[in-house]
T-cell receptor
Framework: GAGVSQSPRYKVTKRGQDVALRCDPI?????LYWYRQALGQGPEFLTY????????KSGLPNDRFSAERPEGSISTLTIQRTEQRDSAMYRC???????????FGSGTRLTVV | QQPVQSPQAVILREGEDAVINCSSS?????VHWYRQKHGEAPIFLMI?????EQKGHDKISASFNEKKQQSSLYLTASQLSYSGTYFC????????????FGKGTRLSVIA
């Protein structure tokens, strides 16, 4: 596609529910990154993939968070048993390969009530 | 290790210049610069690699001093469209490592 597409744009969920956030990167981009961004702060790294392989998940806050990219294209970030502290903007980015800039998606605003 | 940006915020009149700094306590391999407008996604501006290069386009340029472990973004003859929050993102080693972003510098350009 023309850009990085994320869905849904907004998600309101009740505490304890599971949510799945989707990211569709730019076609052909090797690397896909998940970040979380609090209001007024810089993006905080969560995890990233090269093709379908998860290279680093050190930024995932705890084992309720997981991500996959099974065919090396679309990725899903799943949060199980959501808590209020999970409320944030979740951003996905992709890049063609090493030493290229990231293209960020518009993000998913998650609100846990 | 999160890079430190300074200043946290700056207000300019159109036509004035600004410098935004990004420093790290660890050796840097590459530095990215992004601009984010309110309610939008960060937009990539430029990347600087180890080697002290200076890059630029239009009136926005940047330098990278690997010895000092810092990068600076230069905005000259600022325009209203330059307003936004500027983030540096750093990588401490080569290869496809994820960026660590600073907390941002909020730039406001007024007429």
């Amino acid at each position: 596609g023309a850009g990085v597409s994320q869905s849904p744009r907004y998600k309101v969920t009740k505490r304890g529910q599971d949510v799945a956030l989707r990211c569709d990167p730019i076609s052909g981009h090797v690397s896909l990154y998940w970040y979380r961004q609090a209001l007024g702060q810089g993006p905080e790294f969560l995890t990233y993939f090269n093709y379908e392989a998860q290279q680093d998940k050190s930024g995932l806050p705890n084992d309720r968070f997981s991500a996959e990219r099974p065919e090396g294209s679309i990725s899903t970030l799943t949060i199980q048993r959501t808590e209020q502290r999970d409320s944030a903007m979740y951003r996905c980015a992709s890049s063609p390969r090493t030493f290229y800039g990231y293209t960020f998606g518009s993000g998913t605003r998650l609100t846990v009530v | 290790q999160q890079p430190v940006q300074s200043p946290q915020a700056v207000i300019l009149r159109e036509g004035e210049d600004a410098v935004i700094n990004c420093s790290s306590s660890k050796a840097l391999y590459s530095v990215h610069w992004y601009r984010q407008k309110h309610g939008e996604a960060p937009i990539f501006l430029m990347i600087l690699l180890k080697g002290g290069e200076q890059k630029g386009h239009d009136k926005i340029s940047a330098s990278f001093n690997e010895k000092k472990q810092q990068s600076s973004l230069y905005l000259t003859a600022s325009q209203l469209s330059y307003s936004g929050t500027y983030f540096c993102g750093t990588a401490n080693r080569s290869g496809n490592t994820p960026l660590v972003f600073g907390k941002g510098t909020r730039l406001s350009v007024i007429a």
